[in-house]
Nanobody, 112 residues
Framework: QVQLVESGGGLVQPGESLRLSCVVS????????LTWYRQAPGKERELVAR????????SYADSVKGRFTISRDNDKNTVYLQMNSLKPEDTAVYYC?????WGQGTLVTVSP
């Protein structure tokens, strides 16, 4: 059974950093891409960042380019989202997704 478990969310002030983790279990995800999404209150879920299996190439939403970095450690079955220079508009529940499976989400709140 494929499971994804996110962690690392919390309350931070604007300009601070957080690192989210997504641990994947139940299959060898090294050959698959993984995507971070987020959903802010009252808004639709949006794609934040994606890492591909081929050469670990990445793509980002324009709103996070230059501030967020997605990476993967296949030995640990884990994908990370390093978030720097956080803004209040980054406040959301962050989810990871691969092969159609979602994690439960982790809440990030950016507030003075």
């Amino acid at each position: 059974q494929v499971q994804l478990v996110e962690s690392g969310g919390g309350l931070v002030q604007p300009g601070e950093s957080l690192r989210l983790s997504c641990v994947v279990s139940g299959f060898n995800f090294s050959r698959f891409s993984l995507t971070w999404y987020r959903q802010a209150p009252g808004k639709e879920r949006e794609l934040v960042a994606r890492i591909f299996a081929v050469e670990d190439s990445t793509s980002y939403a324009d709103s996070v380019k230059g501030r967020f970095t997605i990476s993967r450690d296949n030995d640990k079955n884990t994908v990370y989202l390093q978030m720097n220079s956080l803004k209040p508009e980054d406040t959301a529940v962050y989810y990871c997704n691969t092969v159609g499976v979602w994690g439960q989400g982790t809440l990030v709140t950016v507030s003075p």
